[in-house]
């Protein structure tokens, strides 16, 4: 609120700014510019009012727009990292978070058979109630590696964190979840499991990784024990040497296919693009939101313009009668409408740059997303160039109709 404050207070300096060019006038010999200058110079309310109306808009949308992308590049980072471990996944279905189960005997053991494969893993995932949280409890192999996303990692440090895990009586839990609990580093909290509560140590804390929720990570063997290994969320295929992802998920999928064929078979790189798909849909929303934001401000500001413009016949009658054609009167009414817009938009996407981080670490903060802030250039741009064409070229018109008065009208009383 503070920085949208600020776009209208600084609105006026942002004008005269603007209004201060005689030098660039002199050179050009412009007598559309010198005649937009004389207009701008005299700084009204109702520029004031409209530049303001501006460079609000522009800031709700590089701020909405921007928060936006860091969201989705952050759930994006999460998802490459989380399928990294793999070439090869197979699951139940277009199973987005792996929350799925299936007996995982069989078709662990038919997978291993196919050509090219090297190892199959037993992935374990699903959903359990911690409080008023309905949170993402994933069982990650040992040999995975890396059972942790690294860029989700917020206290912590991750190679000690993925040994404690694989050896087991540990967790990594999500901020959220450690917020309401008071946990950190090295605390214990009490786990449900059907054998009852099960302490586990917090071995590292981190974002959601997408799930509003939260999530828990345990090892495989630890979730083996506490709920059984009977059921597999997903299988992990590694391949031999040589093998390609999309040449192993077919062997893969043709031995899977008589026995087990509701089971999906997709190359790490599909079920990243299945996940990012599924975030972007769900993120559309306020992708829109920023669109309508900035295209309905620009229409409003356009026609305030107009209206304005469209006042000062007059004036322009006036100036007809000292002699400039209707076509430099044109060029000064949209060098002037121009010089009005630009000013907002260069406050407005300043501004808005302050915004989208404030925004982003909002998202952290309130929610447990990732959402790393990263300066978002051609996101501002954009949005700058939506509302700068719509602005003008709806002005264009009731522009040249005015530039077209009589001399007469600056006659009449």
């Known amino acids: 609120m503070l920085l949208a404050l600020s776009a209208i207070c600084l609105t006026p300096v942002a004008l005269r700014i603007c209004a201060a060019l005689p030098k660039i006038a002199a050179a050009v010999r412009s007598p559309a510019l010198i005649v937009a200058i004389g207009e701008l110079r005299a700084v009204s309310v109702r520029s004031v009012a409209l530049s303001a109306t501006v460079a609000l808009a522009v800031f709700g949308g590089v701020a909405i727009g921007g928060a936006r992308q860091d969201l989705l ?24 978070f792996n929350i799925g189960s299936f007996a995982a005997s069989g078709p662990a053991a038919a997978a291993a ?19 008023q949280r ?14 942790l996303e690294a860029s989700q990692l917020l206290h912590g440090n991750l190679v000690e964190a993925t040994h404690q895990l694989a050896a087991g009586g540990s967790a990594a839990i ?7 609990e008071d946990l950190h580093v090295g605390s214990a909290f009490a786990m449900p499991t059907p054998s009852g509560p099960h302490r586990l140590r917090v071995a590292a804390i981190l974002s959601n990784s ?14 083996d024990r506490l709920f059984g290994g009977r059921q597999a969320a997903a299988l992990e295929v590694a391949l031999k040497p040589g093998v390609s992802a999309a040449r192993g998920a077919a062997a893969v999928r043709g031995a899977l296919a008589a026995s087990y064929p509701g089971l999906d078979v997709r190359t790490a790189a599909q079920r990243i693009a299945l996940s990012e798909g599924s975030a972007r849909q ?14 309905a401000a620009a229409l409003a500001v356009a026609a305030a313009l107009a209206a304005a413009i469209w006042q000062r016949r007059r004036r322009l009658a006036s100036l007809k009668v000292q002699g400039y054609t209707g076509g430099q009167l044109w060029g ?14 260069l406050l407005g996407a300043l501004l808005g740059v302050g915004g989208h981080a404030l925004a982003s670490r909002y998202l ?3 929610t447990g997303f990732p959402a790393p802030f990263s300066a978002a250039p051609a996101q501002a741009l954009i949005t700058v160039a939506i509302f700068a064409a719509t602005a003008l070229a709806v002005i264009a018109i009731p522009g040249r109709a005015a530039a077209g008065v009589s001399p007469r009208a600056a006659l009449q009383e």
């Open 73 to 96: 590049a952050g759930i994006g980072q999460a998802t490459r990292q989380y399928f990294a471990t793999a070439p090869v996944w197979v699951t139940a279905g277009r199973d987005v």
């Open 282 to 295: 769900g993120l559309r929303t306020l992708q829109e939101i920023s669109l309508v934001l900035t295209v």
């Open 364 to 366: 952290q903060l309130s």
């Open 134 to 147: 309905r949170m993402w409890l994933r069982g990650r192999p040992a040999a995975d590696g890396s059972l």
């Open 332 to 345: 000064a009414v949209l060098i002037e409408s121009a010089a009005t817009v630009a000013a907002g938009c």
């Open 210 to 223: 997408g799930w509003p929720p939260g999530t828990i990570t345990i090892g495989a063997a630890e979730y």
């Open 174 to 180: 999500s901020s959220r979840f450690a917020a309401e």
């Open 113 to 131: 058979r196919a050509p090219g494969v090297a190892a199959v893993r037993v992935y374990h995932g699903g959903l359990i109630d911690l409080g």
